[in-house]
């Protein structure tokens, strides 16, 4: 219902291209939108309602049920993470990390190793009895404080071994 231009389409970066094309969600326009509001604000999560209202603002009119589907879907193939909000009851979107696409989008987060130099994403493979390890003892240190611990991410940051390789 809306006669307000929409704004200017956004580059999809090749990595979130190919996980919709995996997952065969098409590229509308109100997923290229809600991708655009992500991609314009890469840090911060938004729930549903605010995407829903950022569209409108954006003179773009979807459907609740519709763009919950949309979220879903995206979260689904790893191109959106979703984090609930205790609160608000609420569930928090944002961007997924690069190669989170391989694990289910609400099992708990692997080690990622980002470099600081070029700012590729890596998983950390074999660190997941150790990280179990950790996340048991920091979980357990919370819950002895009264906290109600949702989850640990685990980030590593650093130099990668061809970044090392480059500058050596
Ligand atoms: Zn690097």
């Not at 389409?9 to 992500?38: D, M, N």
């Not at 879907?73 to 205790?86: I, K, P, S």
């Not at 391989?102 to 987060?109: L, V, Y």
């Amino acid at each position: 219902m809306s006669t307000r231009p929409t704004k200017e389409p956004v580059a999809v970066p090749p990595h979130i291209q190919t996980r919709l094309e995996a997952a065969g969600l098409r590229r509308t326009l109100a997923t290229r939108a809600v991708l655009g509001l992500f991609l314009a604000q890469p840090q911060g999560g938004l729930t549903h309602a605010q995407v829903q209202n950022a569209l409108t603002t954006r003179g773009l009119d979807v459907n609740r049920v519709t763009l919950y589907r949309l979220l879903d879907r995206l979260a689904t193939c790893g191109v959106l993470q979703r984090r609930a909000d205790d609160q608000a009851r609420t569930w928090h979107f944002s961007l997924a990390p690069l190669n989170a696409a391989a694990r289910g989008a609400d099992q708990g987060a692997l080690p990622q190793f980002e470099c600081d130099a070029c700012h590729q994403q890596f998983a950390l493979p074999g660190a997941s009895d150790s990280l179990r390890a950790l996340t048991r003892d920091l979980q357990r240190a919370m819950d002895r404080l009264g906290h109600r611990t949702q989850g640990v991410e685990v980030a590593v940051h650093g130099t990668c071994a061809s970044c090392v390789e480059t500058a050596a």
